[in-house]
């Protein structure tokens, strides 16, 4: 089992930036793809970024390429998403996620935390 917790949501202006961390416990974290999904009101939820298990590879949805950032640390179990830029649309709960390398399924998720853009 992995227990993952997000942090570092909040209020912000448009233009503005966060960062968001997403903390994990139990199993060695190394071994799992991680992934941010976000949810907005109304909305489905959608993939935002993923990083693989060593943090070589990562891969955004267009719409933030250029302005998000993915990254791991794995001696902290810990991965990060810097938001740069925001826009409104930016406005969701952010969720964690992760799976073994072997899954093509996230299996594992956290509670979520929520980002707000004002404009």
């Known amino acids: 089992q992995v227990q993952l917790v997000e942090s570092g949501g909040g209020l912000v202006q448009a233009g503005g930036s966060l960062r968001l961390s997403c903390a994990a416990s139990?199993?060695?974290?190394?071994?799992?793809?991680v992934g941010w999904f976000r949810q907005a009101p109304g909305k489905e939820r959608e993939f935002v970024t993923s990083v693989s298990a060593s943090g070589g590879t990562t891969n955004y949805a267009d719409s933030v390429k250029g302005r998000f950032t993915i990254s791991r640390d794995n001696t902290k179990n810990t991965v990060y998403l810097q938001m740069n830029s925001l826009k409104p649309e930016d406005t969701a709960i952010y969720y964690c996620?992760?799976?073994?390398?072997?899954?093509?399924?996230?299996?594992?998720w956290g509670k979520g935390t929520q980002v707000t853009v004002s404009s």
């Open positions: 996620a992760a799976r073994p390398i072997i899954v093509t399924k996230y299996n594992y």
């Open positions: 139990g199993r060695t974290f190394s071994g799992y793809v």
